[in-house]
């Protein structure tokens, strides 16, 4: 009997090492031969070659595990690399990002003649078409009007006549000259094709579809691009399709005899792509970096239910119908339109660690199937009757992205083309995790939710800064929420959750958790929970400029945030919100728009001072708030940790680390920027004799008659502009030095305090009036804010 149980035992250790599944290790050189063997010394020459080979092997061996070793080169892609579920267990490592670049680009061998003292011309060969050019490497400037700068404002150079008749008749060819606006709003972009020039100088355009709230195109912030008249500074080039001509005026280190030059011929480098029933599973890339893709601003887009949005359902890395996938330790740069975009059904996906930078439209985007979510709208005005309406919560399918994680990357100067866009974007998702990246110099929001389905995302130790640079009315963090209980009638969606008071949980079933976060907006809000926003909790969050708005929503706790030199921003509030602010630091009384109601609970939070707190509570809360001075450990330097909590903890605040965000690792940690920190305007601008530095201007208080007296004022009242620098808005406004701001669109002005507390109150518009006495006399100047 031992001897039969002992051969059984043997039989089966035996039958489990034969299952076990065998792993092929595949290596690629540039300078390899494809018909190599594709071991470690005769390595293959294309990543096409080592996917072939990785096929053949899984035809034998379908569970075996398949690592692709890619060495030291540039690896320029003919086509996209295609990912099924047939090669699922499969590796892509490169030697790392430095050292291993895969291109969408095509080395273009060109013989220059001199046009003129700057230009030259060559002619290029087959039928490439080609939207980014670059030399040595660096991106060049698609001939436009106005000239590239990076201190340009929106598209670094816009102008109100961008498209005049007369500048129109001054170009031999306008048709296919591309032409980029922002929304009427500054809700986002539109981007245009010159279709047909017309004999008055007008012009026809294709296009416009790159927004879901229509609207005329800005009357000042335009851009066009892609005519060979405006070909007129250095680094800037222009390919006729028509007659393969390249016309280019060469930087000024660039030989052109020696140069390399190369145009971007792909949208996309790699796509995994699987399904819900077939997905690819175990998919590892790393190491690697992305670059040379063509842009996609022209592409078809769909709308994402009723947000802002419309979005091409595409990026340099594709992802639909996977699990567990992972992309670490990867640099991606100059890519024409998304990065990495996880698309419907994806569970189980990582994006850790990587560099994403100088990329013209969103870092990494995931979003659903809108055929998942019940009784879906699409446009603004756009809703369901409650009759008509699937009333069963939750999604009606597994069609949208869930359980993975975004981590520890640094991302900047993304929207580089496209505006309306984002560092991470969620919409149609579930139980997303965004934690311990680095996002900053970008057009719009540094993270955005899109609408509610479906909840459950925790946004954590995130460092968010420099945002809405290019735009209007929108945060650092941005949301929207207009789900099935949201109705462009402020009454009837009012009466409609009256009457259903669980309908705001039927899309947003799981908690939404921010916290743990460093966020910073100058044109807007830090943290922004727009039209509808619900089911959110909001704690220990470090706000450096523009406070916290919620509007319209449902189901919000926010407590146990810093909101420096600003405060609570509660906009169109229903009776039942449910809605709870509580033991938070702020720095004004609460900035109040339309509220029928003031939620659950607003009380025990900590105000600067005793006419701020008595404000609030005329309007019948934060009757245990508190008023008195804090003092910051090191703001300067970035640490606002309270030196002393006695009086804080009366209201119930528990202090928490605030010099804790943003990238983790080293290598990342060694290239991020910090955002500028404050000067903690509000608790100290009212100390006699204090210059406050406040946008890059130094300002004080007018406090003695010697000062009245010199400016021709009639009380002692107003803020003087001290000195400023170039970067100033107030400098690039018209304001000079010696003028003294003593109005902010009719409100009088005594103090800096004032000053900030209404610019804070009204920058998100764009612009506002300020009076300002100069010569003796008040004159009106228009602050415009970005």
């Not at 419309?310 to 339109?337: H, M, P, Q, W």
Request: charged content about 25%; aromatic content about 10%.
């Amino acid at each position: 009997m031992r001897r039969i149980v002992g051969i059984s035992f043997i039989l089966c250790i035996q039958m489990l090492l034969g299952c076990k599944p065998q792993v092929l290790d595949i290596y690629v050189n540039p300078n390899g031969n494809n018909a190599a063997s594709g071991f470690k010394d005769g390595p293959l020459a294309t990543i096409a070659s080592a996917l072939a080979k990785a096929e053949a092997h899984k035809e034998t061996y379908p569970e075996a595990h398949v690592n692709i070793y890619l060495q030291e080169g540039e690896y320029h892609l003919v086509k996209p690399i295609v990912i099924t579920s047939q090669l699922s267990h499969l590796n892509i490592i490169g030697e790392g990002s430095d050292k291993v670049i895969i291109k969408g680009s095509e080395q273009l061998d060109l013989n220059w003649v001199k046009q003129s003292d700057s230009i030259w011309i060559a002619e290029v060969k087959g039928h490439l078409n080609f939207d980014q050019f670059f030399v040595n490497g660096q991106q060049q400037i698609l001939a436009r009007y106005p000239n590239y700068s990076e201190e340009g404002g929106h598209w670094q150079g816009h102008a109100v006549d961008a498209i005049s008749l007369e500048r129109v008749k001054s170009w031999k060819q306008p048709k296919g000259a591309i032409v980029h606006a922002m929304h009427s709003g500054e809700w986002g972009d539109f981007h245009y094709r010159i279709s047909k020039a017309n004999e008055d100088g007008t012009v026809d355009l294709t296009g416009g579809h790159q927004n879901n709230r229509p609207s005329k195109m800005h009357e000042r912030f335009r851009m066009v691009e892609n005519v060979l008249e405006e070909l007129d500074s250095p680094g800037e080039w222009y390919f006729d399709k028509d007659t393969k001509q390249l016309y280019y005026w060469p930087s000024e280190n660039v030989n052109v005899e020696t140069a390399v030059f190369e145009g971007a011929i792909l949208k996309n480098l790699i796509s995994i792509q699987g399904t819900e029933p077939e997905p690819v599973q175990d998919i590892n890339i790393k190491g690697i970096k992305f670059t040379h893709t063509q842009r996609t601003f022209m592409e078809d887009y769909e709308p994402l239910l009723r947000s802002d949005w419309t979005i091409y359902r595409g990026g340099a890395l594709f992802i639909e119908g996977t699990e567990k996938v992972s992309i670490t330790d990867c640099e991606f740069v100059n890519l024409g339109g998304n990065v990495i975009f996880a698309s419907n059904y994806n569970r189980d996906i990582t994006i850790e660690r990587n560099h994403i930078h100088d990329c013209g439209a969103t870092a990494i985007s995931f979003v659903g199937d809108p055929k998942a979510v019940r009784s879906p709208s699409f446009q603004y005005g756009e809703y369901v009757n409650l009759a008509e309406m699937d009333t069963i919560p939750g999604p009606a399918t597994n069609n949208y992205p869930s359980k993975s994680v975004v981590n520890d990357n640094l991302i900047y100067r993304i929207g580089r083309i496209e505006k309306q866009t984002a560092g991470v974007q969620l919409s149609m998702a579930m139980d997303i995790t965004i934690s311990n990246n680095s996002i900053y110099d970008i057009p719009r929001a540094g993270i955005n939710v899109s609408e509610g389905t479906w909840g459950g995302h925790v946004i954590e130790f995130n460092d968010v800064f420099n945002t809405v640079l290019e735009t209007s009315d929108h945060g650092a963090f941005n949301s929207w929420g207009r789900d099935r209980f949201w109705h462009p009638n402020r009454s009837v969606m009012n009466e409609l959750t009256t009457n259903n008071p669980q309908m705001p949980y039927w899309d947003a079933i799981h908690t939404t958790i921010i916290r743990n976060n460093r966020f910073r907006c100058d044109h807007g809000w830090d943290i922004d929970l727009d039209d509808g926003s619900s089911n959110y909790t909001i704690y220990n969050n470090l706000c450096l400029n523009g406070g916290i708005k919620l509007r319209e929503g449902f189901y919000r706790t926010v407590e146990n945030n810093i909101m420096v030199n600003n405060g609570f921003h509660p906009h169109v509030w229903f009776k039942n919100s449910g809605d709870i602010f509580r033991k938070n630091i702020v720095f004004t009384s609460h900035r109040d728009i339309r509220l029928l109601a003031w939620g659950k609970e607003v009380d025990y939070n900590f105000f600067p001072n005793e006419s701020s707190l008595k404000e609030a509570q005329t309007k019948g809360v934060d009757a245990h708030s508190i008023f008195g001075d804090i003092e910051f450990k090191d703001p300067t330097r970035g640490n606002y940790d309270l030196v002393d909590t006695t009086e804080v903890s009366k209201i119930g605040f528990k202090p928490f680390r605030t010099d804790v965000f943003g990238v983790k690792t080293q290598k990342l940690k060694a290239l991020a920027k910090n955002p500028d920190f404050p000067e903690v305007y509000l608790s100290t601008s009212k100390k006699k004799g204090k210059v406050i530095v406040w946008q890059y201007a130094n300002i004080k208080n007018i406090e003695t008659i010697e000062e009245r007296s010199a400016s021709g004022l009639n009380k002692t009242a107003g803020v003087l502009v001290v000195s400023l620098n170039e970067k100033s808005i107030l400098k690039k406004s018209g304001i000079q030095e010696g003028d003294v701001i003593i109005r902010v669109e009719g409100t009088e002005i005594e103090n800096v305090s004032d000053l900030i507390n209404n610019f804070q109150k009204l920058n998100w518009k764009g612009k506002m009036k300020l009076g300002i006495f100069r010569n003796q006399k008040e004159q009106a100047v228009n602050l415009i804010t970005k």
